[in-house]
């Protein structure tokens, strides 16, 4: 798989879209006292991002009411989470993510890295800006204080958004090949920056190429010298941003494998890869998943999560019959 290879997500803009109608039906979903869940499920999880926006907007003329704050008040715990989330523009709903994992005591490392090591550029500009519209404050510099160290350096290099984009030259990938064998000896301070710069800077084509050559030089996969060379969340990050280059939709499959498996089924990460891959690659996360752990990603949702929240994931996976 190469990083040009095509990707497919599981949710698209549904046809006959009629925003005023939709909006009316999640209207009457959420009056009175009970609350017809189902309902929000098949209309919030059978519309794109952009159409839930206009159905938002035709509710607010509707009934005087912003709809992601009726949402809020009438739902509760992780269904609750799914449902706003899918409200929320994807810039918006990344700079959510990575507000919530740094606000407060402790900082949640694995969203940082979910989202920073798998962003491309444009994503990161509009995540930047979206961050400081609804918080006022300046996702770098938020970084900056809330980390340290070189996970701190790798990911505020991240942040900027400057990867160079469709450039490879064969003939430095085996210059840069040689000073990654070389920090991975070294372990030295200046040797841990020109790695991250390497990783941060290089297009993802030219990075193909250093890993091809970094094979061929030391005998080993970039890989496994990462996790041999460095530890903690610094080495966590750059082991992810060579997944992402390798095959972004597999990262996300390991992802959630080990957010469902490893960790008791961690809503959080599941809810955020779900939503924020859903018009991206999450029907090529699925088939990846299938390839490398058996079971399909259906079925262990279906397996750890119950009630209206595992039916308004399996929504967004927008799962298949064969896939029990």
Same mark, same amino acid.
């Given at each position: 798989?190469?990083?040009?290879?095509?990707?497919?997500?599981?949710?698209?803009?549904?046809?006959?879209?009629?925003?005023?109608?939709?909006?009316?039906?999640?209207?009457?979903?959420?009056?009175?006292?009970?609350?017809?869940?189902?309902?929000?499920?098949?209309?919030?999880?059978?519309?794109?991002?952009?159409?839930?926006?206009?159905?938002?907007?035709?509710?607010?003329?509707?009934?005087?009411?912003?709809?992601?704050?009726?949402?809020?008040?009438?739902?509760?715990?992780?269904?609750?989470?799914?449902?706003?989330?899918?409200?929320?523009?994807?810039?918006?709903?990344?700079?959510? @993510?990575?507000?919530?994992?740094?606000?407060? !005591?402790?900082? /949640?490392?694995?969203? +940082?890295?979910?989202?920073?090591?798998? *962003? =491309?550029?444009?994503?990161?500009?509009?995540?930047?800006?979206?961050?400081?519209?609804?918080?006022?404050?300046?996702?770098?510099?938020?970084?900056?204080?809330?980390?340290?160290?070189?996970?701190?350096?790798?990911?505020?290099?991240?942040?900027?958004?400057?990867?160079? @984009?469709?450039?490879?030259?064969?003939?430095? !990938?085996?210059? /840069?090949?040689?000073? +990654?064998?070389?920090?991975?000896?070294? *372990? =030295?301070?200046?040797?841990?920056?020109?790695?991250?710069?390497?990783?941060?800077?290089?297009?993802?084509?030219?990075?193909?190429?250093?890993?091809?050559?970094?094979?061929?030089?030391?005998?080993?996969?970039?890989?496994?010298?990462?996790?041999?060379?460095?530890?903690?969340?610094?080495?966590?990050?750059?082991?992810?941003?060579?997944?992402?280059?390798?095959?972004?939709?597999?990262?996300?499959?390991? *992802?959630?494998?080990?957010?469902?498996?490893?960790?008791?089924?961690?809503?959080?990460?599941?809810?955020?890869?779900?939503?924020?891959?859903?018009?991206?690659?999450?029907?090529?996360?699925?088939?990846?998943?299938?390839?490398?752990?058996?079971?399909?990603?259906?079925?262990?949702?279906?397996?750890?999560?119950?009630?209206?929240?595992?039916?308004?994931?399996?929504?967004?996976?927008?799962?298949?019959?064969?896939?029990?």
């Amino acid at each position: 798989m190469f990083c040009g290879d095509y990707v497919q997500g599981t949710i698209f803009p549904a046809p006959n879209f009629n925003p005023m109608m939709d909006a009316q039906m999640l209207g009457g979903a959420l009056q009175g006292f009970g609350c017809d869940k189902d309902l929000l499920i098949d209309i919030l999880s059978q519309r794109c991002n952009a159409q839930r926006l206009v159905i938002a907007e035709a509710y607010l003329s509707t009934f005087g009411r912003d709809l992601v704050s009726d949402l809020k008040e009438k739902l509760s715990d992780h269904f609750k989470e799914v449902m706003v989330g899918l409200m929320y523009p994807p810039p918006s709903y990344d700079a959510h @993510e990575l507000w919530h994992a740094m606000k407060g !005591a402790g900082t /949640d490392e694995n969203c +940082l890295i979910d989202i920073l090591a798998s *962003r =491309t550029n444009g994503e990161i500009f509009q995540m930047r800006e979206a961050y400081y519209l609804q918080y006022s404050r300046d996702l770098q510099e938020d970084i900056y204080s809330e980390t340290s160290g070189h996970f701190r350096d790798t990911l505020v290099n991240l942040v900027q958004g400057t990867r160079e @984009e469709g450039y490879a030259d064969p003939a430095t !990938a085996a210059q /840069d090949a040689m000073v +990654l064998w070389e920090t991975c000896q070294q *372990r =030295t301070g200046e040797h841990k920056t020109l790695l991250q710069m390497i990783l941060c800077n290089k297009s993802y084509q030219q990075l193909w190429l250093v890993f091809q050559e970094f094979q061929t030089i030391s005998g080993q996969d970039i890989v496994d010298a990462i996790n041999e060379c460095y530890d903690g969340s610094f080495q966590e990050l750059l082991v992810a941003i060579v997944l992402c280059v390798r095959d972004k939709p597999a990262y996300f499959a390991y *992802r959630l494998y080990s957010a469902i498996h490893d960790f008791g089924f961690h809503n959080k990460t599941v809810i955020r890869i779900l939503i924020a891959r859903s018009e991206i690659d999450l029907m090529t996360i699925r088939k990846r998943y299938k390839e490398r752990y058996g079971k399909s990603l259906f079925h262990d949702i279906k397996h750890f999560a119950s009630g209206h929240y595992e039916k308004a994931l399996l929504a967004i996976c927008a799962g298949d019959a064969d896939d029990y």
